[in-house]
Nanobody, 115 residues
Framework: QVQVVESGGGLVQAGGSLRLSCAAS????????MAWYRQAPGKQRELVAD???????YYADSAKGRFTISRDNAKNTVYLQMNSLKPEDTAVYYC?????????WGQGTQVTVSV
């Protein structure tokens, strides 16, 4: 059974930082692309960043220079360090494990950035 579990969301003031973590089990972690998505109220879910098992990284323009994705294959965990947070970063953040045509989602963690 595949499980993807996020943690680390919360309320932070604009300019602050948060670190999200995501632990995955039931998959061959190193063979999965691990990704962070977010969905703000009334908007579509969007890709924030992803990282391959070998460490190739993609960032959405909104994340470049402020967010850092990393993974620890030994711990089956992926992280998203978010700095210089803005109110427009407020969303539910989802972790996903992608392999071939399959994608496994976590339940999401709320990030709220106040002005």
């Amino acid at each position: 059974q595949v499980q993807v579990v996020e943690s680390g969301g919360g309320l932070v003031q604009a300019g602050g930082s948060l670190r999200l973590s995501c632990a995955a089990s039931g998959i061959i972690f190193s063979m999965n692309v691990m990704a962070w998505y977010r969905q703000a109220p009334g908007k579509q879910r969007e890709l924030v960043a992803d990282i391959t098992g070998g460490g190739i990284i993609y960032y959405a323009d909104s994340a470049k220079g402020r967010f850092t994705i990393s993974r620890d294959n030994a711990k089956n965990t992926v992280y998203l360090q978010m700095n210089s947070l803005k109110p427009e970063d407020t969303a539910v953040y989802y972790c996903a494990a992608r392999a071939s045509a399959k994608i496994y989602w976590g339940q999401g963690t709320q990030v709220t950035v106040s002005v």
